[in-house]
């Protein structure tokens, strides 16, 4: 019965949906105001069925209803009670209801905010959120039914997949698509400010926080996903540009340039048509992402279960939604006036800059994503792209960019010269190179070249972030004054350094060595010992049994901790799996993870020491910290008093942000 | 203005290339093994450890060579379309049971049935010379125990039909 009831609640929501997509957009471009507000009941209505529609899910999985086919195949009677909830999310139908869900609690937000914007664009906007939802909800009910029944019903599930059993993972994907998802928005209020023909400034201010907003949540998404691969995976690998995390990886690139480029936008009136075009590409590489993963086009590691029919459903959805998007792009962009100029060196310059870079970054990603489709679409041969093609050819756009990222900061608008920037940056230079050579000397031993530029343009970032608080403190004469939106900057980008840093050390100093060891055995790791003290192979979870090592860990003889890593299989599906044993501490992991019994009791034991690793996702929380800073700032939520500048945008200029 | 119409264009391109990619698996590889001979092995067979089995003893027949685990879950699905080739009596399945714990793989056969006119046990060695990178893989074999077709993955139904059936009966009227 609740099964029943859930995806009826979604048949209701698809015509919510249909609701909300029509009338706006249609009453919006015949003038009837009517029309035009039915847009929020639609969208109060649509998220309330597509919750229920969700509750009566996850309540199949509390309550164990193997007779649902998802269920059954995605849970069992021994799964703990927070993994039948997640588990709701675990495979591809549930996912599916997740996004939409997501999406529906983004539409009912700007719902509920955009009291302050003009009715009609705001209904647009509302509109073409419920087109998307219309799309995704109709291919859930025809390709992805999470609610098909199983008669008979099964007696017990086959389990969730061990690999997601794991805390991290239950939270790794609704944080990941909140963030993609949110992209939507941007992409909303991009295509009513085309079809308004207002595509100068406002729609960029209204935009700016929402977008913030959905990049904070996809940046804390893919270092949770990372962070998980990490501890869960069993070598010690933290990023692996597998398709799947570069699906993920893309449009965050292209939304880093988006916040940038909508920045000049709301700012100076400039790059209208490229940050209209950056926001329909941002949330198509979202889209993309969910056909590369779903269709089967791609191997990777984290398939789901892949299906031609729903990859020809979602092509065929990625075309009607990116293709009219563009379609309405090629038609209006040209209309935008001719904009005013910018002196060659100027903060407009420099973002400019981050923004061709990151969209390179963003190309490299793709070109190496999709290498192999391409060679075997043309009948090339099969090829993979190895982590080594990304690993040389990525520093190359991002390399320059973080080294400009310094100047950029601290560069004005329309007209500026480099030595003045040179001048006033030149003790953060002088600290960060200097720091730069010797630190990684003192504390870690020889490093390479490229080691040595990473870290001095880590120091950089970070120096020439923290320099206009520092002298704005020294400072007492005159009176600084930074924003919120100036501190996020700052925050954002001291993660960006920490980040880098992160990344620098771990790779160029890791030390991992593969081992085996018998019982009592001790060997020596980056000064640390580490000594195999017993093995218990009866340890049993509620779901799985293991086999747990007790390693006891010292330093200079004295006893510092003891690890437990552990070998687990899981009764259902009979995969084994690894759970590393890691001491975190903010300046190294150390991380041992069991290997297969070799027998006469020894057993492969791979030790790591990993330096700095916590840096890596302690960057992005900082990032996502300083995205959340910028939105704070108040100039979001009170009215704008200061009118704006374009003649054009008399209309909306009482608007308010 | 021509310019605003290029991201259209790229994208178009990239759709032409999805719509190819549909129509491609990605995890289709030509195995380098096909046209060679089978590898050889000699194994015991499930339930009666003291009887081995080897690879010549089928020559003169057509062999199916299934490689699966009562582990594998894509496994079940395929077991109801290795059951019908069995009743058919098209050609014969050796079952190449990987990894696996007997009294599973036993369980398996007692609850869900038996396709295999025989089940050897392997502990990965077979496989390996197999190149078996994951159950379920399947390898025709013909009379002089030449490898001719593998097949990656579940064995559908249509696969049967249209790839392997034809395979088989050309091989068995081949001396």
Redo the contacts between chains.
Sequence with gaps: MIPELGQFALIIALCLSLVQAFFPLAGAWTGNRTWVRLAWPAVSGQTVFVLLSFGCLVWSFIQNDFSVLYVASNSNSALPFIYRISATWGAHEGSMLLWILILAAWSISVAALSKNLPELFAARVLGVLGLISFGFLLFTLETSNPFARLIPAALDG?DLNPLLQDPGLAIHPPMLYVGYVGFAVAFAFAIAAMLEGKMDTAWARWARPWTTVAWCFLTLGIALGSWWAYYELGWGGWWFWDPVENASFMPWLAGTALIHSLAVTEKRGLFK?WTL?LA??AF?LSLLGT?LVR?????SVHAFATD?ER??FI?AF??TV??SA??L??WR??LLKSEEGFGKVSRETFLLANNILLVIAMLVVLLGT?F???M??IGGG?YSVGPQYFAAVFVIPTLPMVLLMGLGMHSIWRRDNVSRIVKRLRVPMLIAVVLGITLPWMIYGTPSIMTVVAIIAALWVIGSSVFGPVMGLLDKTQKVRITRSQWGMIVAHIGVGIFILGVTVTEAYSVHRDQALRLGDSVDVSGYTVTFESINKKVSGPNYKATQATMAVSRDGKSLMTLYPEKRTYLV???PMTEAGIDARLHRDLYLALGDELGDNAWSVRFQYKPLVRFIWLGCIIMALGGLIAVSDKRYRVAVTKTVKDSGQAALAGGKS | ?WR??I??AL?AI??W???????????K??SPLIGKPAPEFSLPVLGEKDRMVAMSDFRGQVVLVNVWG??C?ACREEHQVLLGIAASGAVPIIGLDWKDQDADAENWLRSLGNPYTVTLVDEGRAAINFGVYGAPESFLIDKQGIIIHKHTGPITWEAWQQEILPMVVKAKEAT
């Design positions: 086959r048509s075009l329909i590409t198509s056909f269709s089967g086009v791609l191997v031609p990859g020809r092509l990625l075309v990116i293709g563009l379609g792009y090629a962009a040209p999709l192999p489709l391409f075997d679409a099969k599906q009979r995969n | 203005m605003f119409l991201p259209m994208f990239l759709v290339f999805f719509n190819q990619g549909l129509g491609l698996d990605p995890r590889i030509p009562s582990w879950v």
